[in-house]
Each structure stands twice: as structure tokens, then as C-alpha cells.
């Protein structure tokens, strides 16, 4: 099941609140601003910035 738009609409980076948009192979949640990457686990988004990567 996919992460549902309504909470990716409400969802926004822990660290700098930029929007984060849903990558294409769905493995987690790009930050727009600080190119965060949050992983997307069993369909649950984990926000927490000790878990995030960084991609250019």
C-alpha cells in the first residue's frame, strides 16, 4: 500500500521544513530543499534525521 498523498501533503523535513516528495523506486521521502532522504520502511515513512542520507 502506498503512503497516502493527504499525509506526504503534511509531511515536511525535520530539519530545515521543506516539502518531501516520494522518490520514484518508493524507498523513501526526498527532502526538496536540503536533499535529505528519509527512508520509507513497511510503507511508513521514518522521519527521524539520524536515519536520513544525503543525496545530491
Known amino acids: 500500500?502506498?503512503?497516502n498523498q493527504e499525509l506526504l501533503d503534511i509531511l515536511?523535513?525535520?530539519v530545515c521544513k521543506a516539502k518531501?516528495?516520494?522518490k520514484e523506486d518508493g524507498s523513501?521521502?526526498?527532502c526538496v530543499e536540503c536533499n535529505r532522504v528519509y527512508p520509507v520502511r513497511d510503507d511508513i515513512p521514518i522521519m527521524l534525521?539520524?536515519?536520513a542520507?544525503?543525496?545530491p
Do not use: S, Y
Open 1 to 3: 500500500m502506498p503512503i
Open 12 to 14: 515536511v523535513c525535520p
Open 20 to 22: 518531501v516528495v516520494l
Open 28 to 30: 523513501g521521502l526526498k
Open 49 to 51: 534525521v539520524d536515519q
Open 53 to 55: 542520507t544525503v543525496e
